[in-house]
């Protein structure tokens, strides 16, 4: 896979931004990512190219970053907040209830690639806690019953 | 979803109205009055003289004059200048920026505006944690909106002045919330703190001289500009004016967001205002700023919220993030739960820190286990003073803080693990 057109013109717009034009390799990932799933090392190569840089700068780029994949992901994102304050209200409680509907433990992929479930660190919305995202979408005030509802509606 | 302050003021007070999220809103309600009176009806030494005498200080967590900071951006200069807004929001526990993003952007970019004019910046970069995705969008729009009204733009409201506002996604990084490490993430590169000196207002995003402020620290602004430092001085304490946005979670009937003044006390805001914890149970213990903040014994709830009295307690406001924990608490639990974020989220330059974060780590869950020793706690309290001041960046500093807080105030939790060779709290949240 390759980058589209219109991904090199996102980030030919994102590159006129910044005084040099690396200050774009962020934004040019998550236009990448967005497209393609995940960051394999021929995008890296290709973004490589545009930016002028060598490809292990932009693989090491990806691997500092949490939001950033080097290899194909589930389709949805499932990601338990577990810090502290969600952890108070049982956010791990809710993490093991889903782990055990989903048959599968935090880091994994359902079977049928459907969803990579993760826990995550404090996302910011720790009075509305156990929380998950899917993907960029934020659910909160949850319990197991309305968390299945989410995950259950997800193609 | 993120409801409006249960307390507002100057800050928040109009959060419950869509309008005010629109550019016309904003406007009727007197917006961008303030930036159009800075930069047609005061030098940028005044701007920067007001917000001193009004004794602002940083909202990001480290409490450092705003006023003095924009002093430091050179004047006689031929680089172009920048500004950095820290919209990194990630210490735990804290979740005002989003709503300041959500419900209120232009009072920002009107905050950014002035203190573009004040430092002479021509470009601010707008730093939003990745997992921000909607308060980036709500914070896209209101941009987009300030250039087709050339409030931002090539000719600000006519003025001849010119200011840019990039909006950056970050993807992932705690530290990218650390000055240096925000520079370096905004440079596309890994987020690893930089060596201080040279510190941003010489050294700062692409080699220019920088300023970086939080959220919150741009959003007082415009308010300063309007109301002058004797209003603003009317709330809080001498030493820490204004209000700030309060965040309360964990274990209390009201989780939410409480504007009130600095100085307010830490009790009223858990009792009064979040309603205490629920079901008749009592507090054990409070995180006061953001989980890098020590933690205080139920005994100390008295104190005001402000830094020169939270400091007198060995702690410090930080972010503004409470978290109350009831009496059913573990504190070893708790203490599980912290040196493991900090452990992760390390970027792994300086020795101390990559080490003795995971050291940490491995001593706690061990004790939780029932596998400790007396000797890990005193191991424990010597990798915490190995931490602390010796490295590059404040994130070691902040990971020992709150291990060095819970084993000042719980350091019996931690022996009755050891003795029992167990978790003596069975009622305690689930790890
Ligand atoms: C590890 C670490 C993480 C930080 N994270 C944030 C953050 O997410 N948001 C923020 O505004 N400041 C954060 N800070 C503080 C910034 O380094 C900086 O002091 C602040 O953005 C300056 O703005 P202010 O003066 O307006 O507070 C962090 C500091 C450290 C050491
Ligand atoms: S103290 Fe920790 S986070 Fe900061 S630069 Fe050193 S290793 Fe990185
Ligand atoms: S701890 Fe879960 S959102 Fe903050």
């Given at each position: 896979m390759s980058l589209s057109e219109q991904v090199r013109d996102g980030i030919a717009r994102e590159m006129a931004k910044y005084p040099k034009k690396r200050g774009a390799l962020l934004p040019a990932l998550h236009l990448a990512q967005a497209e393609l799933g995940h960051i394999s090392v021929e995008t890296a190569k290709e973004l490589a190219e545009v930016f002028e840089i060598r490809p292990i700068d932009v693989m090491e780029v990806v691997s500092f970053y949490n939001m950033f994949y080097d290899r194909p992901q589930g389709r949805h994102h499932v990601y338990v907040c577990t810090n502290l304050p969600c952890s108070l209200r049982g956010a791990r409680t809710l993490m093991r209830g889903i782990e055990a509907r989903l048959g599968i433990e935090a880091g994994e992929t359902t079977a049928d690639g459907r969803i990579t479930l993760g826990h995550e660190e404090c996302l910011g919305a720790c009075a509305y806690a156990p929380m998950l995202r899917v993907g960029g979408t934020y659910h909160e005030d949850l319990d197991l019953e309305k968390a299945m509802q989410i995950l259950d509606g997800l193609e | 979803m993120l409801t409006v302050p249960y307390v507002t003021s100057?800050?928040?007070?109009?959060?419950?109205?869509?309008?005010?999220?629109?550019l016309e809103g904003y406007r009727a309600r007197g917006g961008y009055q303030a930036a159009k009176k800075a930069l047609t009806e005061m030098s940028p030494e005044d701007v920067v003289e007001l917000v001193k005498t009004a004794g602002l200080q940083g909202r990001?967590?480290?409490?450092?004059s705003t006023g003095l900071k924009w002093s430091?951006?050179?004047?006689?200069?031929d680089k172009p200048k920048y500004l950095a807004c820290n919209a990194?929001?990630?210490?735990?526990?804290?979740?005002?920026d989003r709503i300041l993003l959500e419900r209120g952007p232009h009072q920002m970019l009107e905050g950014i505006l002035i203190a573009a004019w004040a430092t002479g910046a021509e470009k601010t970069f707008v730093y939003v944690r990745g997992e921000y995705a909607y308060p980036a969008r709500c914070l896209q729009q209101a941009i987009d909106e300030a250039e087709a009204a050339g409030i931002?733009?090539?000719n600000v409201m006519g003025t001849g002045f010119r200011h840019d506002v990039v909006l950056m996604r970050g993807a992932g990084a705690y530290i990218c919330g650390e000055e240096t490490g925000l520079l370096e993430s905004l440079e596309g590169k890994k987020g690893q703190p930089r060596k201080k000196p040279p510190f941003p207002a010489q050294y700062g995003a692409f080699g220019m001289p920088t300023t970086v402020n939080n959220v919150e620290t741009f959003c007082h602004v415009p308010h300063i500009l309007t109301r002058g430092a004797d209003w603003f001085r009317g709330f809080g304490t001498e030493k820490s004016p204004g209000t700030t946005i309060f965040g309360v979670s964990g274990h209390v009937v009201r989780p939410g967001l409480y504007e009130l003044p600095l100085g307010t006390r830490l009790d009223e805001i858990v009792f009064e205002h979040a309603g205490g914890?629920?079901?008749g149970r009592k507090v054990k213990g409070v995180i006061p700023g953001g989980m890098s903040m020590p933690v205080l014994p139920a005994s100390m709830l008295d104190v005001p919220m402000a830094n020169e009295s939270l400091r007198e307690r060995k702690t410090m406001l930080g972010t503004g993030g409470i978290m109350v924990m009831d009496e059913t608490t573990c504190m070893v639990r708790a203490a599980c739960v912290i040196t493991y974020f900090f452990r992760d989220e390390s970027c792994g330059q300086c020795t101390q820190c990559r080490e003795g974060t995971g050291w940490m780590n491995r001593i706690v869950e061990r004790i939780e286990r029932g596998a400790g020793t007396h000797e890990d706690l005193e191991v424990l309290l010597d990798v915490c003073g190995k931490m602390e001041g010796q490295t590059i960046c404040a994130f070691a500093d902040a990971a020992a803080w709150p291990v060095q807080g819970l084993l000042r105030h719980f350091r019996e939790d931690f022996e009755e693990h050891v003795r029992r060779q167990k978790c003596p709290f069975p009622d305690s949240f689930e790890l």
């Open positions: - | 100057y800050l928040s007070e109009h959060f419950g109205d869509d309008a005010f999220r629109t990001g967590g480290a409490g450092f430091f951006m050179p004047k006689e200069t990194d929001e990630s210490e735990p526990g804290s979740f005002k931002l733009g090539a914890v629920p079901d």
